[in-house]
C-alpha cells in the first residue's frame, strides 16, 4: 500500500523537483550576476560602492531565509503583484547574491596584481582587463567554493514551501494529508530525491571544473 | 625624438623617489638605466608608462604628452616587459601574445594568432606555443612576455629588470633575444644590471643615484672612465669598470 501510494505519487513529487531546479535556476542566476557584480564593485568600485555592497552583503547575510522569504512575500505583495515564486526568487535570489559576493570576491583578491599590471601596460582600459585578464582567472578558482553555494541553495528552496511554492517539500506535504499518515515513508523519499538532485550537481560542477582546469591553475594540493 | 621624459619627481610619503628626472631617446636606440638598488630605477620605468602616476613632469611619445584622457591609446606604443614574467596563467603562450592584438588592436582571430606565432618565431619559442606559463622555465616565459611586447607593434619597449628573476643559464636566452632585438632597431629603455647587454647592445648607459640621474654616455666610455666616484664604486661593486673594463 505504501509502495503503491508512493508510485501513483511519484509524478507529484516529480513535479516538485521540477519546481524546486525552476526555482533553484532562477535564484542562483540572480545570484550569480549580482554577486560578481558585487564583488567587481567592492574590489575596484569608488568607496561608495564599496559601502554600498558591504551593507548590502551584510543585511541578505543577517537575515534568516525564511524571515525573508515571509517578509518579500507578505511584505512586497502588500505592494506589487507578485507571485510566492517571483517572491521566492527574490528573497532566496538576494540572499545568495550576498554569499556568492564573497566567494568572488575573494577569488579576485587571489589574482596577482602583476596580472592587472600587465593588462593595464598592453593598453587595454580596466574594464576590458577584468573582464579578458582577472574574470577567467577568479571564476575558475571559484567553482570549488561554489558548490558549496549550489548545495546550499538547493536546500533552501524546500524553505519556499512556508509562503506556498508547491515544490518537492510542499508536494510532499500534500501526499501526507491526502493518504492520512506516511510521514516517515514520503520524507524519506522526498531525502532521497533532494539527495540525488544534489548529489547530480556538484558531479557536474566538479567536472566543469576539471574541464576548465588550467595547469599551474588547479584546485587543490600539488606535490 | 621618440620618448621624452621630462622633470619626472616621485615621492612615496616623505621619501621622494625621483627627483627631477629627465631623459630622451632616439628611435632605434637602446639605453640601459643602472645604479644602485633603491635609486628609483623601476619608478621611473613605471612612471613612463604611468602604471605609478608620477607627481609632476611630462613623458611624450612622438610627441605627443601621455594624460590620463589618451592613457591606453598611448600605452600601445610603449610596451613594458616585467621582470617575473606576469604571462596570462589562463592562457597559453601563442593566446598571451594575441590577446593584446585581438582585443586592443581589435585584429581577428586568424590574423592575430598568425600575428602571435611570428612573434614567437622571433624569440624562438614556437615549439612552446601550446604550453600554458605554468609549464614553461622563466627564460621561457620572460622570450613570451617580449613576443607580448612585440605584439603590440610598440614604439618603444621599457624592460624592467627583466633577468633579475632568472638563474645565470637562463639569464643568457632572455640576453640574447634582447641584443637580437636591439640589432633589428627597437627602441628599448631598459633597467638591467646585465653588464653583456650593456656593453654589447647599448647606445648609451644611463647612471641614476639617489632619484638623479648622475651620469650618462656610451658603454665603453662610461665604463672606462666613468666622471663620479658614486659610478666606479658601484661598477667595481658590479665587477665591471676601472682598469679591467
Same mark, same amino acid.
Given at each position: 500500500m505504501i509502495v503503491e501510494i508512493l508510485i501513483t505519487q511519484m509524478p507529484y513529487l516529480l513535479h516538485g523537483v521540477w519546481v524546486a531546479l525552476q526555482l533553484l535556476v532562477c535564484l542562483l542566476a540572480l545570484g550569480f550576476v549580482l554577486g560578481l557584480s558585487l564583488a567587481i564593485l567592492e574590489v575596484y568600485g569608488h568607496w561608495t560602492l564599496r559601502w554600498f555592497g558591504v551593507l548590502f552583503e551584510r543585511i541578505f547575510r543577517g537575515i534568516p531565509a525564511i524571515v525573508l522569504l515571509l517578509l518579500f512575500y507578505y511584505g512586497v505583495a502588500d505592494f506589487v503583484d507578485i507571485s510566492a515564486f517571483t517572491a521566492a526568487v527574490l528573497a532566496l535570489g538576494l540572499r545568495s547574491a550576498a554569499y556568492q559576493s564573497q566567494i568572488f570576491r575573494g577569488s579576485i583578491l587571489s589574482i596577482s596584481h602583476g596580472q592587472m599590471l600587465a593588462a593595464r601596460a598592453m593598453g587595454m582600459s580596466k574594464p576590458m582587463a577584468i573582464r579578458e585578464i582577472i574574470l577567467p582567472q577568479a571564476l575558475r578558482l571559484s567553482i570549488g567554493p561554489w558548490t558549496n553555494e549550489f548545495s546550499s541553495e538547493m536546500k533552501a528552496t524546500s524553505l519556499a514551501y512556508v509562503i506556498g511554492v508547491v515544490e518537492l517539500t510542499r508536494q510532499a506535504r500534500y501526499i501526507i494529508s491526502s493518504t492520512q499518515g506516511n510521514i516517515l515513508a514520503v520524507f524519506a523519499v522526498v531525502a532521497a530525491l533532494y539527495f540525488i538532485f544534489n548529489w547530480l550537481g556538484n558531479w557536474g560542477l566538479y567536472r566543469l571544473e576539471r574541464k576548465l582546469a588550467v595547469p599551474g591553475f588547479e584546485q587543490g594540493g600539488q606535490g | 625624438m621618440l620618448l621624452q621624459v621630462e622633470n619626472i619627481h616621485k615621492r612615496y610619503g616623505t621619501a621622494e623617489v625621483l627627483k627631477g628626472v629627465s631623459l630622451n631617446v632616439v628611435a632605434g636606440q637602446s639605453k640601459v638605466i643602472m645604479g644602485p638598488s633603491g635609486t628609483g630605477k623601476s619608478t621611473l620605468l613605471r612612471c613612463i608608462n604611468h602604471l605609478t602616476p608620477p607627481d609632476q613632469g611630462r613623458v611624450l611619445v612622438e610627441g605627443v604628452e601621455i594624460t590620463s584622457a589618451n592613457l591606453n591609446k598611448m600605452r600601445e606604443k610603449l610596451a613594458f616587459v616585467f621582470q617575473d614574467f606576469n604571462l596570462f596563467t589562463h592562457l597559453r603562450a601563442v593566446d598571451n601574445v594575441a590577446v593584446g592584438p585581438r582585443k586592443?588592436?581589435?585584429?581577428n582571430k586568424v590574423a592575430a594568432r598568425d600575428l602571435a606565432m611570428r612573434e614567437l618565431e622571433r624569440v624562438g619559442m614556437v615549439e612552446r606555443a601550446? $604550453?600554458?606559463?605554468?609549464?614553461?622555465s622563466g627564460g621561457q616565459q620572460q622570450r613570451v612576455s617580449i613576443a607580448r611586447a612585440l605584439a603590440m607593434e610598440p614604439k618603444v619597449i621599457l624592460f624592467?629588470?627583466?633577468?633579475? $628573476?632568472?638563474?645565470p643559464e637562463l639569464t643568457g636566452e632572455v640576453v640574447a633575444v634582447m641584443k637580437q632585438l636591439a640589432s633589428d632597431g627597437m627602441t628599448m629603455l631598459v633597467v638591467s644590471h646585465e653588464i653583456g647587454f650593456a656593453r654589447q647592445a647599448a647606445d648609451e648607459i644611463i647612471f641614476m643615484d639617489g632619484g638623479h640621474i648622475l651620469e650618462q654616455g656610451p658603454p665603453e666610455q662610461l665604463f672606462a672612465s666613468p666622471q663620479h666616484e658614486r659610478t666606479r664604486q658601484f661598477l667595481s661593486r658590479i665587477g665591471e669598470g676601472g682598469a679591467g673594463a
Open positions: - | 586592443i588592436r581589435g585584429m601550446e $604550453a600554458y606559463p605554468a609549464e614553461l624592467d629588470e627583466p633577468t633579475s $628573476a632568472l638563474d
